[in-house]
């Protein structure tokens, strides 16, 4: 499995912090967080639906 | 992952077989894609059918060809390309396996098909008893499901020769998938092979009176549910292993995407009651144990999803991308056999939530048999899955062909996937929300009597029209690139890329190709969800149902 690096390493030290940026998945962290909203509100939306008709 | 790339080219006699696959299938799409478009036109209530043919026969003509001859043939198709590529050509045994299977499933579509055309068989796609057609028709379907059976045991076979020549090592990822696939088909259509054999032939053939219906729709969704995910499976092999080549990039890891495809055989079957949630005569109890089921079929959609983001992401990243999203600018958007998967892919995320919602059992009371499942499918089927078969055409029909996807025929594939997705926002944009409104499915244009509800969905109805027209001109333009590419396309070479996992993974775990181990667990889960329903359905059985001809 391909090793994300989030957040490790000496700050200070460029080769790290470029390594750090080759290697993050921050982007894939937001997306997946934007997928789990879109879920919830959609299955919310829905929800109230149901409430408000049965 | 040396094993990957074993074999570089199909073999010729291989492609023979996969490119006779396409051939039906593209023809199904022209042919059920006319049928949608006269469907939303009818519905829009303008426009009336002429000769008296009716709204229900071009509703089956549409969902037999484009849900069941379509998506048979090209998986098919696609599979056995994708296993003669990784696990090496088919044997001589194999090919022939294959080419009789393909037969059989050629002769079963033409027998099913004739019925239909004949107005003999007007049952939908999903037919339902107590609607009765000719026993041709369910002949034919039989013989459908029977020769994909013996298709995919061609696949077996080579596969099962790859791993006797590498033991202990974990077969080609794309075989696996493909093996995965096929596993999963045979288990689940044993339930409609069961419903045709036992209930409908001998029931339309006069030989016994009546049938019992809910044991025919139940054995029909234990076969149903996991059937959408023998449509996506294809899909999935296509964005795991081969976008990530597409895009220089390479696979996230090996080990995530075989167990996604396990989790997929393992909970897409035992959750048919999902589909029944408003039936009588199911002990409310069994389903809400599938409706748990059905969640956690959730785990591995969401893994993939992730997958694909993280592949995405590396890849930028490889190329130098900065930033929380700089790595969406170093995606090959020019490419159409990236960017049309993609568009697929993107469609993925509200037709996954719909299904969320689909499967939660009392908001189900809010879509069930509403025009809402009918937007669903049209996201799941005829964008995500249809696009990502549209994306591997542009690369592997050349590929077999021995010719070159051009400049021109990659721009209008782009064009074709855009029009397709504007098409569908209209088309299933207006489906879903009619559909919460109340409007049902599988319904031809009525006024319902002039009623104050049924006014208020017109609206929709003519924005499907809409979108069945843009859809359309979609099917023509992948028509003409489908005929350019197997047919008149300049000579040459087309990759068949195939991705390889990162340097830095870690080694695949054999258990994940431990066969009696996933399939014994399948087997174990299936017996759990459906054993004691069945029971209660088969002692408390009514008389059952004379058939019926609505037509």
Known sequence: MAKAQL??????????????????????????????????????GVYFLFVDRF | ??????????????????????????AALAIGGLMGLLQTLVRSGKFELPGGIGYYQVLTVHGVLLGLVLTTFFIMGFQHAAVSRTAGTHSDKARLTGWIGFWVMTLG?????????MNKATVLYTFYAPLQAHWIFYLGLTFVVVGSWIDGIAQI????????????????????????????WIICTIGVAAEVLFQLLPWSLGLIDRVDVLVSRTLFWYFGHPLVYFWLLPAYMAWYVVI????????????????????????????????????????????????????????????????????????????????????????????????????????????????IINASNQMDQVVHNTIWITGHFHLTLATSVVLTFFGISYWLIPHLTGRKLTKKMNKLALIQAWVWFIGMAFMSGSMHAE???????????????????????????????????????????????????????????????????????????????????????????????????????????PIGSKGFKTW
Not at chain 2, 109 to 117: D, I
Not at chain 2, 159 to 184: D, E, H, Q, R
Not at chain 2, 281 to 303: E, H, N, R, Y
């Open chain 2, 1 to 26: 992952m040396p094993s990957i790339n074993s074999t570089i080219k199909v073999d010729s006699r291989d492609a023979k077989l996969s490119m006779a696959h396409f051939y039906v299938a593209f």
């Open chain 2, 157 to 184: 076979m080579t596969y099962a020769k790859w791993k006797k020549n590498n033991p202990g090592k974990p077969g080609p990822l794309l075989s696996f998938m493909a093996v995965i696939n096929t596993v999963l």
């Open chain 2, 109 to 117: 579509t033409v027998m099913a098909a004739a019925m239909v055309l």
């Open chain 2, 435 to 541: 559909g919460l409104l109340g409007a049902p499915r599988r319904s031809a244009f009525s006024t319902y009597m002039g009623a104050k509800q049924a006014a208020e969905w017109i609206p929709y109805q003519i924005a499907q029209a809409v979108g069945g027209t843009i859809l359309f001109i979609g099917i023509i333009l992948i028509l003409i690139i489908f005929i350019n590419l197997a047919f008149f396309a300049p000579k040459g070479e087309e990759e068949f890329p195939v991705g390889e996992q990162a340097e830095n993974a870690e080694a695949t775990p054999m258990v994940l190709e431990n066969w009696k181990l996933w399939i014994g667990i399948s087997i174990v889960l299936i017996l759990f969800a459906y054993t004691i329903p069945f029971i209660d359905m088969i002692q408390n059985a």
């Open chain 1, 7 to 44: 957040k490790n390493g000496p700050k200070s030290n460029p080769k790290v912090q470029h390594k750090e940026e080759s290697e993050s998945l921050k982007g894939t962290m937001a997306s997946v967080m934007f997928l789990g909203f879109f879920i919830i509100v959609t299955w919310l």
């Open chain 2, 244 to 355: 990530p080549k597409v895009i220089g990039g390479k696979i996230f890891s090996d080990s995530l995407a075989r167990l996604s495809f396990i989790l997929f055989l393992l909970f897409s079957i035992p959750v048919g009651f999902h589909h029944q949630l408003t039936e009588p005569g199911i002990d409310p109890a069994w389903k809400f144990i599938q409706v748990i089921l059905t969640f956690l079929v959730i785990i591995p959609s969401l893994m993939t999803a992730f997958a694909m983001f993280a592949t995405f992401e590396s890849a930028g990243r490889a190329k130098g991308a900065k930033g929380m999203f700089g790595w969406v600018k170093k995606l090959p958007w020019n490419d159409a056999r990236f960017t049309v998967p993609f568009i697929g892919m993107a469609a993925f995320i509200p037709a996954g939530a719909g299904g």
